[in-house]
């Protein structure tokens, strides 16, 4: 194959993380609670479902159900085949071939992808040492579109609200805010939506809804920029046996309310733990701890996947050296955890 038959902007783009998977994983920031039990409900629902036709092509079911729980109408609403595909969206709708997205770096490493596969470019901004928003920098920083996420992957803290509002408050470009992690937080901009003409947040069933297999995402903005967004999304997109799922799963707030509060009290004990092994804890608000290993990360990340546990490696990007991240599992994840990091340590004495 000639280079020169690969579009120019997408050349070096390189394969996502994509793991072999062996043994317990702590790599991907899932829900420790296992699947939502709605998915089973929902799907046995299904069985009866004439799949020879087509969903609706805004999933206006699902969205009906997401303007009932945030008391909002549903057309604030974008759903998506995860929120990588609202992400996606986004760029596809707001930004020219040519045009730069300005990101915080670090953090999540598919926003840049999505920036680029849809022929923008991206204009990354460091974050202080203590991983929040440089906004004198931010707000200086040419760009048609900001994107941030908050809690921010990997670093796993949140950003100050007031920083965040500064962004929103220059008025002139569309800042999208990525709170996947959002309901670990407890914070959120969702409420504000109508308040900003720029505003478009974007959440996830993957995560708190412990949903990631079935791909389920959504944005939320005032009504004219979902709107134009609504109008990008591939019809369709969202299969109908998912979005009975995330309708059920909606329902079930004591199950969401459930892994919030394990993963509050698992935090607290697995930051002890990993701090009295000698690491380096950074503080988190989500479902995931980002730590700093006294020992060479690759050799921690492997010699645990070799005892059957999988974290995700950090430690080779700039500003994270010797980093890596794991979830906040169960009590017996987070004690397993704790366990085989104790025999690496020692192994490598
Ligand atoms: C910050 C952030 N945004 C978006 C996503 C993608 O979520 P989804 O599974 O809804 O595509 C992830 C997944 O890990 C994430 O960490």
């Not at 595909?85 to 992808?113: A, M, N, Q, R």
Request: negative net charge; glycine residues 6%.
């Amino acid at each position: 194959m000639k280079p020169e038959w690969q579009r120019s902007t997408v050349r070096d783009i390189p394969l996502y993380y994509n793991p072999k998977v062996s043994g317990i994983r702590m790599d991907t920031s899932t829900n420790p609670l296992g699947a939502n039990p709605a998915a089973r409900e929902a799907m046995m629902e299904c069985l009866d479902l004439d799949l020879n036709q087509y969903p609706t092509p805004y999933s206006d079911g699902l969205r009906q159900a997401l303007g009932e729980r945030y008391d909002l109408d549903m057309d604030h609403f974008v759903v998506g085949n995860g929120s990588d595909e609202v992400l996606d969206i986004t760029f596809k709708s707001f930004l020219e071939p040519g045009e730069t997205v300005v990101l915080p770096y670090p953090s999540y490493s598919l926003h840049s992808y999505f920036v680029k596969i849809n022929g923008g470019k991206v204009t990354p901004v460091d974050l202080r040492e203590n991983f929040q928003l440089d906004i004198d920098r931010m707000n200086a920083t040419d760009g048609k579109i900001v994107l941030l996420c908050n809690p921010n992957n990997p670093t796993s803290n949140t950003f100050n609200r007031k920083d965040i509002e500064i962004i929103l408050e220059r008025k002139d470009r569309i800042v999208v805010v990525d709170e996947a992690y959002g309901e670990y937080a407890g914070k959120s901009f969702i409420p504000y939506v109508d308040n900003y003409d720029n505003l478009i947040v974007t959440r996830t069933f993957s995560k708190a809804y412990a949903l990631a297999g079935m791909r389920i995402g959504y944005a939320v903005s005032n009504r004219d920029l979902a709107g134009v967004m609504q109008r990008i999304k591939i019809p369709y997109s969202l299969n109908r046996v998912s979005e009975m799922v995330a309708i059920k799963a909606l329902q079930n707030q004591e199950f969401v309310h459930r892994g919030v509060e394990l993963v509050n009290v698992e935090r607290k004990r697995l930051e002890k733990g990993l701090a009295d092994l000698g690491f380096k804890v950074f503080p988190s608000e989500a479902n995931f701890i980002l730590f700093k290993s006294p020992i060479d990360h690759s050799r921690l990340v492997r010699s645990l996947s070799e005892k059957g546990m999988m974290i995700r490696d950090f430690g080779n990007n700039r500003s994270l050296e010797e980093c890596v991240r794991t979830t906040i599992g169960t009590r017996e994840m987070n004690d397993a955890l704790l366990s085989k990091l104790r025999e690496v340590l020692h192994e490598c004495q």
